[in-house]
């Protein structure tokens, strides 16, 4: 079984590879950010009370995303593996994460992060936002808001994996191919 936590930035690519991933290695493809907007458009109260936070671009609260992921974990029992998507992003987060696991005599296998510079991320987002109907694409103040979560809250995860051994970084920038070939390297030396 492996467990692998896709790591990154806003716009760096995390939903785009993980679409191939989880076909290569059957793994059972949780994002975080995709269940929330799931539940907006369901108008459940998970979803109206992320749509609050999503909106201005920060961050939902710990204890809301924490349980919402594990109950996702508990709907996959067969799972063969899980590949995390924009979780977790609090040192909170990685730590319920690893205690959940350990729990189930799992653990985390290894997390992959995507480098890209923030200017060409923001470029890309803005882009994206065009079509994706995303409030939070749209919005340049908004993004900007996102960058700042993620170096407060999401950065100080590198530190938190490394001194685990766990941590493992590719270039984000090229084709989709190209990328992909990069994480499937990584994937095949754990
Ligand atoms: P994403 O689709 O991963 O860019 O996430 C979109 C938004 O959903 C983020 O800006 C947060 O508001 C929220 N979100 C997604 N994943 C998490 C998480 N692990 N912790 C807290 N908020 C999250």
Do not use: C, W
Not at 17 to 32: D, G, I, M, P
Not at 116 to 140: H, N, P, Y
């Amino acid at each position: 079984m492996i467990n692998i936590v896709l790591f990154g930035k806003p716009g760096a690519g995390k939903g785009t590879q993980a679409e191939f991933l989880k076909e290569k290695y059957n793994l059972t493809h949780l994002s975080t950010g995709d269940i929330f907007r799931f539940n907006i458009k369901n108008e459940t109260a998970l979803g109206m009370l992320a749509k609050s936070y999503m909106d201005k671009g920060d961050l939902v609260p710990d204890e809301v995303t924490i349980n919402m992921l594990q109950s996702e974990v508990e709907k996959n029992p067969e799972s063969a593996g899980f590949l995390f998507d924009g979780f977790p992003r609090t040192i909170a987060q990685a730590e319920a994460l690893d205690a959940f696991l350990t729990g189930k005599g799992q653990g985390i296998t290894a997390t992959i992060a995507l480098e890209a510079d923030d200017e060409i991320l923001v470029q890309r987002l803005l882009e994206r936002g065009k079509t994706s109907g995303r409030a939070d694409d749209q919005d340049e103040e908004k993004i900007r808001n996102r960058y700042q979560e993620y170096n407060e809250k999401t950065a100080p995860l590198i530190g938190f994996y490394q001194a685990q051994g766990k941590f493992h970084a590719v270039d984000g920038i090229g084709t989709i191919e190209e990328v992909t070939k990069r994480l499937s390297n990584v994937i095949a030396s754990l």
